[in-house]
């Protein structure tokens, strides 16, 4: 879907992106990094806004750099800033951007409603932009990325500034628009909750440098479960009880972490603890978070 090799972007003496090479796959892809980590500088590279201080981008198979409009007209993006004409309508607005992509007025307004009704804008798709809410505003900004049909939508932090329920809605609006247009999404955000819920695979960035790709399915399935162990003494001789019941466990500061293996773990715990005389102070199941992966790849 974008391919980039060895891709570097300096401002001045800001490096922004220092030698970045990714290969996005096809499907919705969430760009996960802290806020500074590059990830809308890589957007505009990819949309051509930028050009390269070094390297190389290409998106759908051709360059950006030669490619030009045409490229453009195949991709729908969202930016993240507020930079919406508020003179206009939604309607008119939305048309407009349309046109602008090559479509005929007439299969513009015709898309434009389809879009405007799927997103449940109703009557208010005929009101100035001007009186718009926050999230009525990120909803007009997303119509107009998708309204011409591209192969590909980009979304720069689409979930910016909004209350929660206008966030589960709009999150829920992306995965089935997307889904109806049969559209690859590239999702750029610091919101790790956000790809959790609407994408594939997931691209962490951190200080202009790739840190991991990887399926979304695959980290939640990588992530330990245990059991959160304290006990009183005989410590030692409950470790060793655990260990005699093939239980694995590991130190963390006064308590234990007890590999979990099914309610039957529970059990075995009392049971060693029983055997041990080692009085049974907590145990409460526990699961590494997708969140302290993250932590841990952008630190």
Not at 71 to 82: A, F, N, V
Not at 184 to 208: A, R
Not at 222 to 247: H, I, M, S, T
Request: with cysteine.
């Amino acid at each position: 879907m974008i391919e980039a090799r060895r891709l570097v972007k300096q401002f001045g003496a800001v490096t922004a992106l220092a030698g970045l090479s990714v290969e996005v796959p096809e499907g919705r892809v969430g760009l996960l990094g802290p806020n500074g980590a590059g990830k809308s500088t890589f957007i505009k590279l990819a949309l051509g806004i930028f050009s390269p201080t070094y390297g190389s981008v290409e998106v759908l198979g051709e360059s950006v750099t030669t490619a030009g409009p045409t490229l453009r007209q195949r991709i729908g993006y969202m930016p993240e800033h507020d930079c919406l004409p508020n003179r206009l309508t939604g309607v008119e607005f939305v048309v407009e951007m349309a046109q602008i992509s090559g479509m005929t007025r007439q299969a513009a307004i015709q898309r434009t409603h389809e879009v405007l009704n799927h997103l449940r804008m109703g009557e208010e798709k005929y009101r100035p932009i001007s009186e718009y809410s926050g999230g009525m505003r990120q909803k007009v900004k997303l119509a107009q990325g998708l309204v011409h049909g591209p192969e590909l939508v980009i979304l720069d932090e689409p979930t910016s500034g909004l209350d929660p329920q206008a966030r589960r809605e709009m999150l829920r609006t992306i995965r089935t628009l997307t889904e109806l247009g049969h559209s690859n999404v590239l999702l750029s955000t610091h919101i790790l909750h956000d790809v959790e819920q609407i994408c594939d695979h997931v691209i962490i960035v951190s200080q202009g440098k790739l840190q991991m790709v990887e399926q979304v399915e695959s980290l939640l399935a990588k992530l330990e479960d245990w059991v959160e162990v304290r006990v009183g003494e005989p410590r030692d001789a409950f470790c060793a009880e655990l260990k005699k019941r093939k239980l694995d466990w590991q130190e963390h500061g006064p308590a234990l972490r007890v590999s979990f293996r099914g309610d039957e773990t529970f059990d075995v715990i009392i049971a060693a603890a029983e055997e041990s005389g080692a009085p049974l102070l907590q145990m409460e199941r526990a699961t590494r978070a997708l969140e302290d992966l993250y932590l841990e790849v952008v630190k």
